[in-house]
């Protein structure tokens, strides 16, 4: 999002950019946001400076009307519109990291208490932002941008190994 991700009271935040924070991050969600394994049609390009070029997140291909998970267990800090925009926002349990998932027509509050799985909203139109629509989520540690996909276990990262499947023959 240009200008930053909301903070909790919805305004556009300061970005921090390059790299990511000294702590890791713990790989603690427990499937993606939408889909099963969405195709990441835009990666995490963290900008070289404050408010400078890049992007903050990863964008999933989804359809509009898809719902949109909880990757983890959490609160939810923020569930409004900013810039036009439905955003919803989770402080993730027991961390001090932040997820945003956008565009999203938010179907939990401020306040509201979810787990992994839960459904807290349905994707939006993306208008020009991706062909054929989006998910763009976000991860933060206090100011700093982070890679949302580190939050995902290397099992839900790689793609399904090849199934071999019987060969069946026709007799005659």
Known sequence: MPGGEPTPDGEPGPVQGGGSSDAPVPALARLWPVGVRPAVVRGWDPPLTPYGRGHRGVDLAAPAGAQVRAVAAGRVVFAGRVAGRGVVSLALAGTDLRT?????????????????????????????????????????????????????????????????????????
Do not use: I
């Open 100 to 172: 945003t998932y956008e565009p999203v027509r938010a179907t939990v509050r401020k306040g509201d208490e979810v787990t992994a799985g839960d459904v807290v909203g349905t994707l939006e139109a993306a208008g020009a932002h991706c062909a054929g629509g989006c998910l763009h989520w976000g991860l933060r540690r206090g100011e700093r941008y982070l890679d949302p996909l580190s939050l995902l276990p290397p099992a839900l990262l790689r793609r399904a190994p090849s199934r071999l499947l019987p060969v069946l023959t026709q007799h005659p």
